[in-house]
């Protein structure tokens, strides 16, 4: 099984830009489909954006899409979030998630479907 490893959060103004990293370990990067996910304080775990296992594909909701870009590089084991333009609403603990579950053709956005979690990086923005 993976095991995930977060890092890049911080606390920065609104504006700036910041990149999230997951490093993956223990199994094969490649055979996982990819998802970044955030949690605010008293709310929902929410979707933020997803990858397939080559990279072929990205999918973003709608809050993060032109803001946001999803990338991985399976040489090196890593999953990556820029984040551009950052609002205070984005402000969370963001998550990256595996999925290994091969019968997927388009990467899901429920928290449930993906088996493997980090232990999350904290974003805060201020206004």
């Known amino acids: 099984q993976v095991q995930l490893v977060e890092s890049g959060g911080g606390l920065v103004q609104a504006g700036v830009s910041l990149r999230l990293s997951c490093a993956a370990s223990?199994?094969?990067?490649?055979?996982?489909?990819m998802g970044w996910f955030r949690q605010a304080p008293g709310k929902e775990r929410e979707f933020v954006a997803a990858i397939t296992r080559r990279g072929g594909g990205t999918y973003y909701a709608d809050f993060v899409k032109g803001r946001f870009t999803i990338s991985r590089d399976n040489a090196k084991n890593t999953m990556y979030l820029q984040m551009n333009s950052l609002k205070p609403e984005d402000t969370a603990v963001y998550y990256c998630?595996?999925?290994?579950?091969?019968?997927?053709?388009?990467?899901?956005?429920?928290?449930?479907?993906?088996?493997?979690w980090g232990q999350g990086t904290q974003v805060t923005v201020s206004s």
């Open positions: 223990g199994s094969t990067f490649s055979s996982y489909t």
């Open positions: 998630a595996a999925d290994e579950f091969i019968g997927r053709v388009v990467p899901s956005t429920v928290a449930g479907l993906y088996g493997y």
